[in-house]
């Protein structure tokens, strides 16, 4: 029976009623006032810390940073500061004093964290300079994972927002790329969402590496789907792939627990247009998803420690209770591209100067959708079908009051007012007889939230693989791989290489204007010179030879060409921002405080944040006053940099603050505070503030690098007494890698009589790539310095005689014989000398002195088994235990080595049961060698199974061993015939083909 029209009109006010009380439940939270709140406080964690840094200098890739080697295998409980943003729904922790990560993210209703929370700091040696600790989120900056801060301290502040926001800023400078980097984790009151805003400052004069991902940890127990809009895969060496079906395995390696196959996973997944990615944990019902507009991040990575033993060894490694992670990650690149990448499309990418690169992501929990397929700031979005109905799910990470539409091939199956407070689940039910997913749409709002369900709407058709016809000897191909090598800070390769395009063609602009780069860098301003004129006159106005040929110019004093070159490269878009500030700050610095204001006009009006600008208005303010006037402009420094020391400096000189330098010091968080205000020196003495560098410098303190560069800014006068004071501190951990200070150390050489300042300025000249220089100065030292450091640095100089080496090894053990360093390295040079003998007993006197260290129980189980000592070799790896790094297999391969040597050694006298269990022992994994076994199809036994098949012909087997040979022939007379080239596995059989037949 149909109801009356006034049953009808009663039945729809009451529905609209209900309507109203549900719109006025589900939004009533959210019309109270609502606020986000943050605060400060210490937590226990068990910490298994990190120590030992190495005094040694290493020049190289993370020069003028040291690492750490020491690492504990027992926990100690320890306090660490926690930054907490927290509103009605999640809850953030920040931990600034291990490299300003975030900690964990946790949904407060289910208690589930949505980024992995590792209740144990237990840091291993993953990261360049040793220290790491897995989960929460990391953001990393400069040359390559993980970032030299990611275990240290970094500067931070904490803010409550004017809309009721909370924010923590945490931030550091990067000593290798000469940036800076700042991440804003903001958390708004009424959203069940958190967001990372990085802003990544290039304030140097030159291109600098460009490497930054954001890695994300996640749990992987809880059946873990991936969510990577995607149809494809590549490698770090840009190599292609299948994602998310493995066809030659048949299987989806989508889902966490199908990649039980192969060695660690590094899916960058590509293809596929989408500004989110995500993961499900299905028994669960709970997922997180990160989203961000794909124009600033479209890198997206996941990483998987693989699941076999190789990889799972590292959940009890890394944690003591959380389980096993992964991570998800996003990039500014499509991959995190290793050195083959650059025969791929998939290049390194240069950081342009005095350019700031900012973006934003957004972080949340997804709750109760049963997966998703699409997300976004309004949430996340499942569309699923179950027979004939289609199912539509929606976790809201804001509040919802708007329309959801779902169609089908432009018919409209659905339209609904959704009205949600964040993690409200929505879902309904949709009776699609017939109607394939593929023909779905379903929008939320004015395009808040879009999913198409076909997808060819999304693939993407870029190309991922270089024509085979490109000519890499040409001079841009041989450009090409010089540039690539620049951009990893691999300078001297680079060089030769752009040394070889520019003979293949003189005239090649931009191989002139990379190699004056270089010649810029390692202070041979000249050099530089004549290159950036050979390509001015080809091209005129090229905006890169421009900029360098006024860089160059300014090196050199010769100040209107240096204007010159910056006026012209301003003229292009690369250059414009860059070339202005050099300008205002030549401008300044020459006293000409009308054009230094244009020009900072100027280059803000490229970039309005731009901080060079921004400091120069402060120094401009501070000249000519009034006090109103310099304060703000100091909060606009700061609006635009939290963390500026500039702007606190400023600050504490407003207020006329007598120990201004001494206070700046004190309140840098950071590790290597010095570093700080030595940037901050070198930034005042560029414009001409020579008094406030020298004040800087002075809140230093007694440093070495102060005290030269204090003797060369300052009165003459002082200077005598400065360099004596600098000569009279240790050179412990001094490592000088600026140009400023270069310059300084070498006017000290000159007025001192000291080994010190040559030592520091060889290091520099060594770090700049002036190793001949370096190198007469070191070698002119001779036997002077009482430093142990000195000697083995001088030892690592490239092309340096062995016994030289030796000798200088031996020196330094002497000096200081309680550095284990210095025992690993004489025995190293040893062994390469050929003699295994000294090796070994230097080896074993360092050992035995210090038994817990497993790195010098290495290095002598190399040492005997170089020396044919196998017997002893196996008896130390029986009581070793290995903490590993990233990868590590060498306590294995040393282990398999032994025991296959010293089956060789039972044949020899016909113990063939001996033999067979030497070779089955060969075939195990230790784990306490610091390596899990791989799976089976990524073992090579074929040398067990050669060896094996050798005993049994000599045991009369022959039938049995002749099918052994055969599948092995090939690989055996490839081994047999040149073992020198295969490691280990070539001195093994050369040992095994000395057995009599």
Known sequence: ????????????????????????????????????????????????????????????????????????????????????????????????????KIWAAVEKRTGRPFIYYNHAVKFRDIAMRGPWTSGGIEANYGIIGHTPNVSTPVDYVIRRNADGSVSCITGALDLLT?????????????????????????????????????????????????????????????????????????????????????????????????????????????????????????????????????????????????????????????????????????????????????????????????????????????????????????????????????????????????????????????????????????????????????????????????????????????????????????????????????????????????????????????????????????????????????????????????????????????????????????????????????????????????????????????????????????TALEAADPLSQLARYERLLAFRAPDAPARLLAGVRSELPEQQLFQLAAWYAGVGERAQALRVLEGVGEHPEALYWRAALGPAAAAPALITRADALSPRLILPFRPEVIAALEQAVRASASWKPRYYLALGYWHTGRLAQAEQLLTALGDSPDFAPFYAARAALPGRAIDAQLADLARAAALEPGEWRYGKLLTERRLVSGDTSGAVTTARAYFTRIPSSYILGLTLVRAQLAAGRHADADAVLERLAVLPYEGSAEGHALYREAKLMLAIDAMRTRRWDVARGLIAAAREWPERLGAGKPYAENVDERLEDWLAADIQARTGSAAEASVVRARLADWAADRTARPAAFGSEGRILARWMTLAR
């Open 1 to 100: 029976m149909r109801p009356s029209p006034g049953r009808r009109v009663r039945t729809l006010a009451m529905r609209t009623v209900a309507f109203l009380a549900l719109a006025t439940t589900a939004l009533g939270a959210q019309a109270a006032p609502r606020t986000a709140r943050v605060r400060e406080y210490r937590q226990s964690f068990p910490t298994y810390p990190f120590s030992d840094p190495n005094p040694i200098p290493v020049v190289g890739r993370i020069y003028p940073y040291f690492r750490f080697d020491g690492f504990s295998a027992t926990s100690e409980p320890r306090e660490w500061k926690v930054v907490e943003l927290e509103n009605d729904y999640i809850r953030v922790l920040i931990l600034p004093e291990i490299g300003g």
């Open 178 to 634: 000469n940036t800076s980097w700042r991440l804003e984790t903001r958390l708004d009151p009424d959203e069940a969402s958190f967001s990372t805003t990085s802003s990544w400052y290039n304030g140097s004069s030159l291109e600098q590496p460009y490497y930054t991902w954001m890695t994300a940890g996640i749990p992987t127990r809880g059946n873990l789907q991936y969510v990577f809009p995607g149809t494809s895969f590549i490698g770090h060496d840009g190599e292609p792939g299948e994602w998310p079906i493995n066809t030659a395995r048949g299987r989806d390696v989508s889902w966490y627990e199908r990649n039980d196959f192969g060695p660690y996973k590094s899916y960058h997944v590509v293809g596929g247009a989408g500004d989110f990615f995500g993961a499900y944990w299905h028994d669960q019902d709970f997922g997180m998803a990160r989203v961000a507009p794909r124009d600033e991040k479209p890198g997206q990575k996941i990483w998987i420690w693989g699941l076999s033993r190789q990889g799972m060894i590292w959940e009890q490694l890394l944690t003591d209770s959380d389980g096993q992670y992964s991570e998800l990650q996003s990039g500014r690149l499509f991959n995190q591209s290793a050195e083959g990448s650059t025969f791929t499309p998939f290049k390194h990418r240069g950081f342009t100067p005095q350019v700031t690169d900012r973006w934003t992501e957004r972080w949340m929990p997804v709750v109760g959708t049963k997966g998703f397929v699409v997300a976004g700031a309004a949430g996340a979005l499942n569309v699923t079908r179950d027979g004939d109905r289609l199912i539509v799910a929606l976790s809201p990470a804001e509040p919802i009051d708007d329309s959801l539409i779902v169609t089908s091939g432009g018919r409209r199956l659905l339209a609904r007012r959704v009205v949600r407070a964040p993690l409200r689940l929505y879902a309904d039910t949709i009776s699609a007889p017939g109607v394939a997913l593929a023909s779905v749409t379903v929008m939320l709002g004015d395009d808040r939230l879009l999913w198409q369900g076909d997808p060819r709407r999304t693939a993407l058709a870029r190309p991922t693989e270089t024509p085979r016809t490109f000519d890499w000897g040409s001079a841009y191909g041989l450009h090409l791989k010089g540039k690539e090598l620049l951009r990893q800070r691999e300078y001297d390769r680079a060089a030769v290489l752009l040394d070889s395009a520019l003979a293949r063609d003189p005239h090649y602009v931009p191989a002139l204007v990379d190699r004056a780069a270089i010649a810029l860098r390692a202070m041979q301003y000249t050099q530089a010179l004549a290159l950036t004129r050979t390509a001015l006159s080809i091209d005129t106005y090229d905006g890169a030879a421009n900029f360098h040929y006024g860089l160059a110019n300014l090196r050199l004093g010769e100040l209107a060409d240096a204007r010159d070159g910056f006026e012209i490269a301003s003229q292009t878009v690369e250059y414009r921002g860059a070339a202005f500030a050099e300008l205002a700050k030549l401008s300044l610095a020459e006293g000409d405080e009308r054009r230094a204001a244009d020009y900072a006009d100027k280059t803000l009006r490229v970039d309005a944040a731009d901080l060079d600008a921004l400091a120069l208005r402060i120094v401009l303010a501070r000249r000519r006053g009034p006090a109103n006037a310099v304060g703000g402009r100091i």
